[in-house]
């Protein structure tokens, strides 16, 4: 039986993993923290033992290699789907955004006329911009916020809307980010498809989806974990990768290699030949983009919202966990590309948000902070500049014997959890290629797959 490495038990390791082990490889996992999941996970509490989110995570419909692996390893029941968004603005007015029963890209068009925080000019202006990104080329790359100026967009719709939207999605200010991504959130998520925009949330801790369910599967394909021991070293001969070395001393050798870590990691683990080619080097210009996440458990709930966009508002997305423990109603709120929040520190960011939560939902003053926590992750993914695609390289490498994954590597998709299978999805592809047994792993966009209407 050919035997495979991987490195990194992230999802995109685990998505190359479960397609080669199902394809009959012998597979061993290496993940250097005790647990899987890697960006997607979640940490236990010293404060209370529960399992916390490093950071809530939200998928959407037109996730679909992200929703096969789920499929694949039994844990789709631990995910719900939120057909209806809940817009909130300051003044704590809302808007609710759902679907009507009509094909795309129509299905939406009542829910953006109803948004209260535009004017029916902006809409008209958004109208305008939606017919602009379809008529653009798939690969088109220039700056974005420069785009949507000279396409009928005002600094205020871009701040109401596209930014709203796109903030979230990709990680990435508006005016950092490249068209491609932007077009792409949606052209898939709202106009190609009436399912695109539905978000999926698990309804329990991330952690909880790499547990019995996740690891029966794997055992009853043969997959071995080797957690808690980092790979220090891929060694190569003129053949190909002979073997990894682990921190620990230890060896292991395959006949495959699949190198799944996120990018900031790759170079270090690789020889300085390799690490010196122009396929691997080019992801040293990847750049970072933080999250910043603030955790507050209260001692009553302040708002029947299972989730919440802000709109004008410095958090971004609102999730209310409900009661978690008895007396204990936890809610989070995420705001992404912190980049110029840095300087604020976490404990400032707690208190703004607070703050901000204060106005938005009254009964926020009669509630007392329990506990709470501020998580910002530095390098939460890359960042979507126009032309990111010429620095993230192909899952086969020019190495026979090593394809690498990640949500960095070329997916067509943005850093995200749907990125990372697809990625996972793709090394195995390349390696079936090599092994003389091509095949296609990555499943179809979602318009290609099902018939408008179908769940
Ligand atoms: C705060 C935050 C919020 C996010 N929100 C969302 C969201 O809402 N929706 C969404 O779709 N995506 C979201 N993402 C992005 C998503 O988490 C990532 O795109 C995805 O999880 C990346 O998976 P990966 O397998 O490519 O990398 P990772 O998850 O980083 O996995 C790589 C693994 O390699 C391991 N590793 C590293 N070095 C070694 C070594 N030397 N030896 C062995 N193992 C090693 C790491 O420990 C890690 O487990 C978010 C990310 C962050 C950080």
Same mark, same amino acid.
């Given at each position: 039986m050919a035997r495979v490495a991987v490195i990194g038990g992230g999802l995109a390791g685990l998505a190359a993993a479960a397609a080669l082990a199902a394809r009959g490889f012998g597979v061993t996992v290496v993940e250097?923290?005790?647990? %899987? /999941? /890697?960006? #997607?996970s979640s940490f236990p509490d010293p404060a209370s033992g529960q399992l916390v989110d490093a950071c809530q995570h939200a998928s959407m419909g037109c996730c679909t290699n992200l929703d096969h692996f789920f499929a694949t390893v039994g844990v789709s029941g631990l995910l719900a789907r939120q057909p209806k968004l809940n817009f909130v603005t300051p003044d704590r007015r809302k808007s609710v955004f759902k679907a009507d029963p009509w094909p795309a890209p129509l299905h939406l068009g009542r829910a953006l006329l109803g948004a209260h925080y535009l004017t029916p000019a902006e809409k008209v202006r958004v109208g305008l911009g939606f017919a602009a990104l379809l008529r653009e080329s798939p690969d088109a790359d220039p700056p974005l916020k420069d785009w949507l100026l000279r396409h009928h967009q005002t600094e205020r719709t871009i701040a109401r809307f596209w930014g709203v939207v796109l903030v979230s999605a990709l990680n990435e200010t508006v005016d950092r980010l490249g068209l491609k991504y932007a077009r792409k959130v949606f052209v898939d998520? &709202?106009?190609?498809?009436?399912? /695109? &925009?539905v978000v999926h949330l698990p309804t329990v801790p991330l952690g909880r989806l790499y547990s019995d369910e996740l690891r029966g599967w794997f055992a009853r394909h043969g997959v071995e974990f080797r957690e808690g021991v980092a790979v220090r070293d891929l060694v190569s001969t003129r053949s190909g990768i002979s073997h990894l070395t682990m921190r620990d001393g230890t060896t292991i050798t395959a006949d495959w290699y699949v190198l799944a870590v996120p990018f900031e990691r790759v170079l270090d683990l690789l020889p300085g030949e390799l690490a010196a080619d122009p396929y691997f080097a080019g992801v040293a210009n990847l750049e970072p983009s933080p999250i910043t996440s603030v955790h507050l458990w209260l001692d009553r709930p302040v708002t029947p919202l299972q989730h919440a966009v802000l709109v004008?508002? %410095? /958090?971004?997305w609102v999730f209310n966990r409900g009661e978690v423990a008895p007396g204990e109603f936890y809610l989070q709120v995420v705001i992404s590309a912190t980049r110029d929040l840095s300087a604020l520190g976490n404990d400032e960011i707690g208190s703004r948000v607070a703050a901000e939560l204060g106005r938005l939902f009254p009964e926020m003053a009669r509630a007392r902070v329990l506990r709470s926590k501020v998580v910002t992750e530095r390098t939460a993914t890359f960042s979507a500049v126009p032309g990111v695609d010429r620095w993230r390289p192909p899952q086969g490498s020019p190495v026979p014997n090593l394809a690498v994954a990640g949500? !960095?590597? #070329?997916?067509? !998709?943005? #850093?995200t959890m749907e990125g990372a299978v697809r990625s996972g999805y793709l090394a195995a592809e390349a390696i079936l290629t090599r092994a003389g047994r091509p095949e296609r792993v990555v499943r179809p966009e979602l318009w290609e797959a099902r018939s408008p209407g179908e769940p």
């Open positions: 250097s923290r005790r647990r %899987l /999941g /890697g960006r #997607a998520g &709202f106009l190609r498809h009436r399912d /695109g &925009f004008d508002c %410095l /958090g971004h949500d !960095w590597t #070329a997916t067509g !998709w943005p #850093a």
